[in-house]
């Protein structure tokens, strides 16, 4: 069993993220800056030179930023890591079940 986090980075979840946020002993006005980091953020399209309208979205980690990989890593510390060492996938997959 392999979890690909290749384009995890686009897929983090604003609500959820801000949720688990909530939670941990970070300073209240840090966790409002983060917040409004992540809030009302919105991309466009560019086809040759043309630009699309702006379209708010709810999901991703900017990227780019120097907060990026560190919220990146908050909001993915929870999930559990396996570790299974055969030649053999069938093998692994049985070891981590």
Do not use: N
Not at 37 to 47: I, K, N, Q, T, W
Not at 52 to 78: K, Y
């Amino acid at each position: 069993m392999f979890l690909v986090m290749e384009k995890a980075f686009d897929r983090v979840w604003y609500g959820g993220f801000l949720y688990k946020l909530l939670k941990t002993p970070l300073p209240p006005a840090l966790k409002k800056i983060i917040a409004i980091f992540l809030r009302d953020r919105s991309f466009c399209v560019a086809v040759e030179e043309v630009l699309s309208a702006p379209h708010l979205t709810r999901l991703g980690v900017p990227q780019g930023s120097c907060l990026s990989s560190s919220l990146f890593a908050a909001f993915t510390d929870d999930i559990p890591t396996y570790f299974a060492s055969t030649r053999r996938a069938d093998l692994a997959v049985r070891k981590v079940q």
